[in-house]
C-alpha cells in the first residue's frame, strides 16, 4: 500500500521549498483556514503549476504539462458551459471506455467533479494540469467550437428582427446565450471575424441585398448575406452597443466598445455612414491584449535593420514612415519607440487614435471636438521636456512645421506621411510649407513600406514562372532567368485563399549630404529616387522581389502592392 504523502514533504522534494518556509506557511494556515498550496503562493514561494504538479504527485493521478487543441473531444463541450469551466479550471478531453477523462487544477475539490459527473452522466478519469494551461485550451476549444454567424441568418429570416434588447453589458462572446436572433447574429459575427484574423468587419446594404464582408491580411472577403429586412435591426444592435443614437440615421456616427472573446480583450471602433440604401457600419477589430511587436519581428533583413538602429538612435531629428493606410506605419513606429523606451527617457505621443498601450509612454488622444488637434497636441507636448516625441500623422503645414522645429531644438520625433515612397515625403513637406534647408537639416531618414501577404506554409509549393509570364510582369531583368518561386495551393489552414499573415517590406532613404543638395536644388522627389537607387538605396519592388525569391511570398503580390513603380 502506497504511503500517503503530505503536500509541504513533496513540495520540498520537487520545489526546493524550505522547510522554514512550509512551517511558516502551516502556522499562517492554523490562523487563516486556508489551504497550504494557497498560503504558498500568497508568499511568492510556489508557483500555480508547480502546486498543480504537486498535487498530481500526492493524488497519484498523471499530470498533463500541456493540453494540445486536438486533445479535446469538441462534442463534450455541448455538456459544459464555458463559465462552470473557467471558474473551476476544468475540461472534459475525450470518451475511453466508457468514461470521460477530464483535466483539472485542483483534484482536491470534489464539487465540480460531482457536478460534471451529473451533467456527463458518466463516470470521470482526472487528469491535472496547471490552471493557465487549463484556461488557455479552454479558451482554444470554445473559441473553435464557435460556430459561425450563418447558422443564424435562417433564425433572422423567420423573425421580426424586432428584438435588440436594452443596453450591452461586455462580458464572453462565447458565453453568451441570449436568445433573440439579432443578438446572436451579432454576437456570433465578432468572434468569427477575430477567430479568421480580420482587422474589420463591414456591413453594407444595397438596394436589394445586406452584405457582411472581412477585411483579412488587407483583402475584403464576403462572408455573408443576411436578409434584406433584418438590415435595420442589425444596424441599430450595433449601434446600442457602440453607445450611439439609433434615431440619427442621416449623418455619420463614431463608436467604440469593448468585448471579450475566448478570454482576450478586444476594443472594437464603429463608425456609420449614411447611404442611398441604408446606413454601412464598419468595425475594426483590435486586439488590447496583443503585445506590441519587436522591430526584428516586422520582416526587416539584417542591414535594413541596423541601419534603421543607427537612425531612431539618434538624439534629434525626424524619422518618417511613409504608406497609404493599412500599411503599417503606426505598427513600425509602435516598434520603434518599444525599441527606444527606457526610464531614463521622456516620451509622449500624440495619436488618432491610440491603438496599443505602452507602458511608460504617455499617449495623448486626438480630440478635433475640443481643438485637440495634432499641432495642439504636439505645442502641449513640447512643454512636457520630453525626449522623443511621436506625432501620428503629418496632416498639415502647422503640425509639420512644429514638427521640424522640435528637431531642431534637440527632440527626436517620429511620425508618418501618406506618400508612396521615401523620396515623395521630402518634396510633400516642401508643398506643406516647410523650407527646403529646414527639411534638409531636420530629417534624419524616411521609410516607405507596404505589407505583402505571407504564403501560407501548410500548402506552399514551388512552381518555375515561363518567360512570357515574366516579359508579361516586366520582371524579365529584374529577377534571374533559373528562379524558383513559391505560392498556396490553398487549404483549410488559410480557407483556401493560399495566404496566412502579411510581412513588411521597406524602402529606407538616409537623408545624407547628397539628398540634402538635390532638396536644395528643388529637384523633384524622382530625381531624389533615382540618385539614392543609383547609390544604394533598395526599393520597395526590390525588396519585395527578395522575399519572394526567399519563398515568403508571391511574385503576384509584390506586383499588387507596388504598382506605383511599374
Request: charged fraction near 25%; aromatic fraction near 4%.
Amino acid at each position: 500500500m502506497t504511503r500517503w504523502r503530505l503536500l509541504g514533504e513533496i513540495l520540498q522534494e520537487q520545489c526546493g521549498i524550505g522547510r522554514d518556509t512550509i512551517e511558516n506557511a502551516l502556522e499562517a494556515q492554523r490562523e487563516k483556514s486556508q489551504r497550504l498550496g494557497e498560503i504558498l503562493m500568497g508568499m511568492k514561494a510556489l508557483s500555480a503549476a508547480d502546486l498543480a504538479r504537486a498535487l498530481a504527485v500526492q493524488q497519484d493521478l498523471p499530470f498533463l504539462e500541456t493540453i494540445p487543441a486536438d486533445a479535446v473531444n469538441s462534442e463534450l463541450l455541448d455538456l459544459v458551459p464555458i463559465g462552470f469551466a473557467k471558474e473551476y479550471r476544468i475540461l472534459p478531453l475525450e470518451r475511453r471506455d466508457g468514461a470521460i477523462r477530464v483535466a483539472m487544477a485542483d483534484p482536491l475539490d470534489g464539487r465540480p467533479l460531482n457536478d460534471l459527473a451529473a451533467l456527463t452522466k458518466a463516470p470521470l478519469e482526472v487528469a491535472v494540469a496547471p490552471p493557465e494551461e487549463i484556461l488557455s485550451a479552454i479558451n482554444r476549444a470554445f473559441e473553435t467550437r464557435a460556430g459561425g454567424a450563418q447558422e443564424f441568418v435562417e433564425d433572422i429570416s423567420g423573425e421580426s428582427a424586432g428584438e435588440l434588447a436594452g443596453g450591452f453589458e461586455p462580458e464572453d462572446l462565447l458565453d453568451v446565450s441570449d436568445e433573440a436572433p439579432i443578438i446572436r447574429f451579432v454576437n456570433s459575427l465578432i468572434p468569427q471575424a477575430y477567430k479568421q484574423r480580420a482587422s474589420d468587419i463591414h456591413i453594407e446594404p444595397f438596394e436589394s441585398e445586406f452584405i457582411a464582408r472581412y477585411r483579412i491580411d488587407g483583402i475584403l472577403y464576403e462572408v455573408l448575406r443576411p436578409p434584406h429586412k433584418a438590415q435595420a435591426s442589425i444596424t441599430s444592435r450595433i449601434k446600442i452597443m457602440a453607445n450611439l443614437n439609433i434615431a440619427e440615421k442621416r449623418l455619420p456616427q463614431d463608436g467604440r466598445f469593448s468585448v471579450r472573446i475566448a478570454g482576450k480583450d478586444v476594443d472594437v471602433r464603429v463608425s456609420t455612414l449614411p447611404t442611398a440604401f441604408g446606413e454601412r457600419v464598419v468595425m475594426r477589430l483590435l486586439d488590447k491584449s496583443s503585445n506590441v511587436i519587436s522591430l526584428e519581428e516586422i520582416g526587416m533583413d539584417p542591414d535594413l535593420l541596423q541601419q534603421t538602429l543607427g537612425m531612431i538612435g539618434k538624439s534629434h531629428g525626424i524619422f518618417l514612415v511613409t504608406g497609404p493606410t493599412g500599411s503599417g506605419k503606426t505598427t513600425t513606429l509602435y516598434a520603434a519607440l518599444s525599441r527606444l523606451n527606457s526610464r531614463e527617457k521622456n516620451i509622449i505621443t500624440v495619436e488618432d487614435p491610440i491603438e496599443y498601450q505602452l507602458a511608460g509612454v504617455g499617449q495623448i488622444q486626438v480630440n478635433p471636438k475640443i481643438d485637440l488637434t495634432f499641432a495642439a497636441g504636439l505645442r502641449s507636448i513640447l512643454r512636457q521636456d520630453p525626449d522623443i516625441i511621436m506625432v501620428g500623422e503629418i496632416r498639415d503645414g502647422e503640425t509639420a512645421e512644429i514638427a521640424v522645429q522640435s528637431a531642431l531644438t534637440g527632440h527626436m520625433v517620429f511620425s508618418t506621411l501618406h506618400t508612396n515612397d521615401a523620396a515623395s515625403a521630402l518634396t510633400r513637406l516642401v508643398e506643406m510649407g516647410i523650407e527646403p534647408f529646414l527639411a534638409a537639416s531636420s530629417i534624419v531618414g524616411i521609410m516607405a513600406q507596404r505589407l505583402v501577404r505571407k504564403i501560407c506554409p501548410a500548402c506552399k509549393e514551388a512552381y518555375r514562372p515561363t518567360a512570357e509570364m515574366m516579359r508579361e510582369m516586366g520582371l524579365e531583368k529584374a529577377v534571374p532567368g533559373e528562379a524558383t518561386f513559391y505560392r498556396g495551393k490553398g487549404c483549410a489552414q488559410c480557407m483556401d485563399i493560399g495566404y496566412r499573415g502579411r510581412a513588411g517590406i521597406y524602402e529606407l532613404l538616409p537623408v545624407d549630404e547628397q539628398v540634402r543638395d538635390l532638396l536644395l536644388q528643388n529637384k523633384d522627389s524622382a530625381s531624389i529616387k533615382a540618385a539614392a537607387t543609383k547609390k544604394w538605396m533598395k526599393t520597395l519592388r526590390d525588396a519585395g522581389l527578395a522575399k519572394a525569391l526567399a519563398g515568403e511570398t508571391t511574385i503576384e503580390e509584390v506586383l499588387r502592392v507596388t504598382q506605383e513603380e511599374i
